[in-house]
């Protein structure tokens, strides 16, 4: 690839199927909307302008894909039209255009870049991606010179004649057009059809009869999925969740039950990384070097340093930070907060708005007190701290370096450093006291 690359998302479909107030393209797979998934693809590529077309009144959607610009396609009248929604920005364009489905997440940029570099090649005006299902039904169909195997024509399902109809090669969607003829060759495109829509792949049969050539790319099946309901959007996500969870494992991680671990497209796990079962990364997440993460764990949103311990059953929330060598266990729940190198929050903890300093431990079933119902207040731990078994620490609380919080107490304000708190209610023991109630209860109730 040499020449400058432009391209164009179609994403203008409700998708009425998927029964949803949101646009299609902005269902998730791998945490990450549908639409964004086709952007990346292209930005791998280096494209230098990502246009988006999308129906009217979408603004979730316009949002997903700034800066980008989009593009309102208001009356649906075919995928030729739909591409053409975008003109103004097509004017001027040089080198390559990809137009791309916003509702087919699955092609790479490897894929995209071949399609391309073929196009570039031979100077074609119309690239095509296409693939071999085992029922071509619904699909345009590719028609091929027997000679040359050039591409000669698209004809779409409902023109199909019977010869035509047994064509098992079909058009993924996926076309590059050459930019300098682009507009000239859809806007020569009619409508007088079997659906009455401007057809996009109409376009090879306009650059043919201008004298030009195209061609067809053929790509893997998997690549092409278009997502139209839920269960697709299932299938995506299957096939997406292999794919990332292959590239960490090569990348270093070793995942003990890879289909239990759910990924999202930008999770990062360093080089030995283990991950138990079940265990699940939501957006933003990073993994450092040698940190283990136990079964049953959830993180989203946070990074996690290396050598670190975390799980089973920890669930780190966004704005987390795990130090080096840290300890996160068990009904553990962290939420923007810093727990640095080397502390540990071991047993059925709440840290939120919190720094824990270096080395602190902090016992099992201790709580910072973040909210009032009204404000977040922050609870700073100092390095070294020891805070006793099911403490309370009613933020804003700040514990000096090396204090030590006696276990049970319910602690707010500040402490100095080395200090010992206790707020534990005094004892009282009363000898005796227990048979004596027993004895009593007993000659009452007559029961042994
Ligand atoms: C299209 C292709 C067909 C190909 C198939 C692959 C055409 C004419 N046909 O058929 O060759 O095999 O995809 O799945 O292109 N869209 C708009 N505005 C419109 C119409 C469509 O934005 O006016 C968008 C849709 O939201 C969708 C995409 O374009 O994302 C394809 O449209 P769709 O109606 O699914 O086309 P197919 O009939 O499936
Ligand atoms: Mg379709």
Known sequence: MSLELSVVVLAAGMGTRMKSALPKVMHKVAGKPMVNHVIDAAAKLDAVKTMVVVGPDMPKLVEAVAPHPTFEQTDRLGTAHAVLAAKDGLLGLTGNVLVLYADSPLFTAETLKRLVDAREEGDHSVAVLGFRPDDPTGYGRLVTDAKTGMLTAIVEDKECDDAQRLINFCNSGVMCFRAEDMIATLEAIDNTNAKGEYYLTDAVEVARNNGKSCVAVEVDEAETLGVNSRPQLAAAEAILQDRLRITAMNEGATLIDPASVFLSADTKLGRDVIVEPNVVFGPGVTVGDNTVIK???????????????????????????????????????????????????????????????????????????????????????????????????????????????????????KIDKDALVLTRAERTEKPGWAAAFRDKMRALTGKK
Do not use: M, W
Request: glycine share 18%; hydrophobic share 35%; with cysteine.
């Open 295 to 413: 079964a049953f764990s959830h993180l989203e949103s946070c990074v996690v340093g290396q050598g670190a311990d975390i799980g089973p059953y920890a669930r780190l929330r966004p704005g987390s930070e795990i130090g080096d060598g840290a300890k996160v266990g068990n009904f553990v729940e962290i939420k923007k907060a810093v727990i640095e190198d080397g502390a540990k929050v071991n047993h059925l903890s709440y840290i939120g708005d919190a720094r824990v300093g270096a080395k602190a431990n902090i016992g099992a079933g201790t709580i910072t007190c973040n909210y009032d119902g009204y404000r977040k207040q922050h609870t700073d731990i100092g390095a070294g701290a020891f805070i006793g078994s099911n403490s309370s620490l009613v933020a804003p609380v700040e514990i000096g370096d090396g204090a030590i919080v006696g276990a049970g107490s319910t602690v707010t304000g």
